[in-house]
């Protein structure tokens, strides 16, 4: 079906369509992809010819899933629709992530807290303002790079993340950085760094040293929240980011 889409949309982009109506999903829900296809095909028969194959591409597209996705654009709607854990019940909104979607630095971390479900954007509360301070001294805006977390909604209290919801959520990070494909990904904490590797690293152990994921460079380094509690380890951060502008060629 992947490979059918892709037809789809690089006919319509011939015939000049730049959007896609995806609001088919609800009325299809629970069809399968040809069902869908099919009741369209019988509902816009009336329409041109190339306003029905756009239909059947939007509802091809919604009934996929996000390892079908090829850009950040059509895997936001899954992610904003997601059930597939506990967290779904208690969130007011999905952080789904935001930056530079083609940025050769992507900063992974672990969940959102209070601000960042209230207003679905990563990192805005006080951990965020550091954070910002960090890509600042790098030389860097956060138009430059891309931010995200390994849970897309806050669990209660900002407890830890459970296994299950790691998992659950594991094939939206995992597609970011595919779609992405940064250069460098500097994972900020421990679950940030175990959920993406799929790997139980201990964060004191590893961070300052570089790792592999899928032929990225990866550099594990501290949350920016353990840095307000903890200052003293600001040097060590720092000695990180600089190993990464060095990676990345910006001069320090």
């Known amino acids: ?21 995806l609001t088919p999903k609800a009325a299809f829900a629970g069809q399968g992809h040809h ?15 190339a306003e029905a194959e756009a239909r059947i591409a939007a509802a091809a597209i919604t009934s996929g899933s996000p390892a079908t996705c ?20 208690t ?3 999905v952080v789904f992530g935001a930056g530079n979607e083609n940025a050769d630095l992507m ?24 954070l910002t301070d960090i890509i600042k001294a790098m030389k860097l805006t956060r138009d430059d790079v891309y931010i ?15 296994p299950d919801e790691l998992e659950a959520c594991r094939p939206y990070i995992r597609k970011q950085v595919e779609l992405i494909r940064p250069k460098v990904i500097v994972t900020l904490g421990r ?19 570089w790792l592999d994921y899928e032929g990225v460079r990866l550099m594990p380094t501290y949350h920016p929240a353990y ?25 320090f």
């Open 227 to 251: 840095l307000l509690r903890n200052p003293t380890a600001k040097k060590d951060v720092w000695s990180d980011m600089k190993k990464v502008m060095g990676e990345l060629g910006i001069a």
């Open 148 to 162: 995200a977390n390994v849970i897309k909604c806050r669990p209660p209290e900002n407890r830890n993340p459970e």
């Open 1 to 21: 079906m992947h490979d059918d889409v892709l037809r789809e949309l690089a006919y319509l982009r011939e015939l000049g369509f730049t959007h896609l109506d």
């Open 107 to 130: 900063f992974v971390g672990e969940a959102p807290g209070h601000d960042e479900d209230v207003q679905g954007e990563p990192f805005v509360g006080r951990a965020g303002q550091l």
């Open 70 to 89: 090829v850009t950040l654009g059509e895997l936001r709607p899954f992610a904003l629709d997601c059930t597939a854990c506990r967290l779904a019940a």
């Open 91 to 93: 969130r007011k909104n």
């Open 35 to 49: 069902g869908a296809a099919a009741t369209l095909e019988e509902t816009v028969d009336d329409r041109p010819a």
């Open 191 to 209: 679950f940030s760094l175990q959920s993406l590797t799929g790997r139980s690293y201990a964060i004191t152990a590893v961070r300052g040293n």
